[in-house]
């Protein structure tokens, strides 16, 4: 079977593809044979070699898969055997197949697409535990989101819109149509525009309650600064680091520079009546029981129609490096796909 490899950390073109064995399920595992396999931005920093979670290069990246289990390993209910399936996978989601344990497969619906599959558990598990149980976010609450045409962005406004939120979004100004249309009421161009002074603008100076913020460095502060009195900055990735797809001293520097290391302190945070919460879904991974409730939730909502996980472009597997650089060049719109 092949799998992609980043082989070397530095450019997309570090990602190779491979022959390797088919691998067999241990005791309490399944095989699934891929057919849709998320991209998330997490690979890319991997791929640069940034990402502290990440084993040692080379490696296989890739966080979710959808497929169908096609070998079952001892102790595991035969029955399971040609069952659609998503995962999420601790590395390794770039391949033609992957053995996972038995009960992280989760029954994919029938009426799911395969490529919406693939690109579903990161951003919508990432987007529930930011907003609806770290941020706690209620009926008419204004939330900033950042890069909400980016695949968790997108998401968050889903979930914003199932709670009835208004949503201020920032995204490259050629996003702004498709956002309304996805029902963000204040798209922010944060490319032309101070988007901390705009927040203020577009909401009579009233602040967000929460803000989710994956852009990292001085973009923590200002979120932070958005806030209404009693708001949550819910801080969950570092986009800025790569701002390019080769890895940027400068932009390591700036970061280091910029990050309010010793900002939100006890005493702030309390005079300040606000609130700063992380996520990293990355670091939830054994959490099976806790995952597998946010996943019933949202997939109900999947089945009633109030989300709709967008799948912007898929590639083949085997051009994942072409897949890397589209996000790179910032010219996704919700998620990307590779087939393979
Ligand atoms: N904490 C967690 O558990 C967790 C889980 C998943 C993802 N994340 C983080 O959430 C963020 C979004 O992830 P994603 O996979 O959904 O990716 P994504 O948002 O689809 O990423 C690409 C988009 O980010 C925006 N962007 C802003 N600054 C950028 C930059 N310097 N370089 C490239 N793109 C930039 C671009 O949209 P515009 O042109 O519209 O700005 C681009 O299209 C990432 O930081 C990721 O690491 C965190």
Redesign the pocket.
């Known amino acids: 079977m092949r799998q992609v490899v980043i082989s070397k950390a530095g450019s997309p073109d570090m990602l190779r593809v491979v022959d390797v064995p088919l691998p067999e399920p241990d005791p309490g595992s399944v095989r699934i044979k891929s057919a849709a396999i998320?991209?998330?931005?997490?690979?890319?920093?991997g791929r640069l070699g940034l990402y502290p979670d990440s084993p040692k290069i080379p490696y296989v990246p890739g966080?979710e898969v959808a497929g169908t289990i096609d070998a079952v390993g001892s102790g595991v209910d035969a029955s399971r055997l040609g069952e659609p399936v998503i995962a999420l996978t601790r590395f390794n989601g770039y391949s033609e197949a992957l053995c996972i344990p038995a009960d992280q497969a989760i029954p994919r619906p029938a009426k799911m697409p395969v490529e919406q599959a693939g690109g579903f558990l990161?951003?919508y598990?990432?987007a529930y535990?930011?907003l609806v149980v770290m941020a706690g976010i209620k009926p008419h609450d204004r939330v900033l989101i950042?890069?909400?045409?980016?695949?968790?962005?997108?998401?968050a406004v889903d979930l914003c819109r199932v709670y009835g939120a208004t949503i201020y979004g920032?995204?490259?100004p050629?996003?702004h149509d498709f956002l309304r249309a996805r029902g963000v009421q204040f798209p922010i161009d944060?490319?032309h525009q101070d988007f901390e002074k705009e927040v203020a603008r577009l909401s009579d100076g009233r602040g967000v309650q929460i803000a989710l913020d994956?852009?990292?460095g001085r973009s923590w502060t200002k979120s932070y600064r958005a806030l209404s009195p009693t708001g949550r900055l819910v801080?969950?990735?570092?986009?800025?680091?790569?701002?390019?797809a080769r890895r940027s001293l400068r932009?390591l520097l700036r970061m280091a520079l910029t990050t309010p290391w010793l900002r939100f302190t006890p005493v702030r945070l309390a005079n300040d009546n606000k609130g700063v919460v992380?996520?990293?879904?990355?670091?939830?991974w054994d959490e099976t029981a806790l995952l597998r409730e946010w996943v019933t939730q949202l997939l109900a909502w999947y089945d009633t129609g109030r989300i709709d996980i967008h799948v912007d472009r898929t590639f083949p597997l085997a051009e994942a490096a072409a897949a890397h650089r589209y996000?790179?060049?910032?010219?996704?719109?919700?998620?990307?796909v590779l087939i393979p």
């Open positions: 998320g991209v998330n931005f997490a690979d890319l920093v966080y990161v951003s598990l990432t535990a930011s950042h890069a909400a045409a980016g695949g968790v962005g997108l998401a920032t995204a490259s050629a996003k944060y490319r994956p852009i990292g801080i969950n990735g570092v986009t800025s680091l790569t701002p390019r932009a992380g996520v990293n879904l990355g670091h939830l996000l790179h060049e910032r010219r996704n719109t919700g998620k990307v």
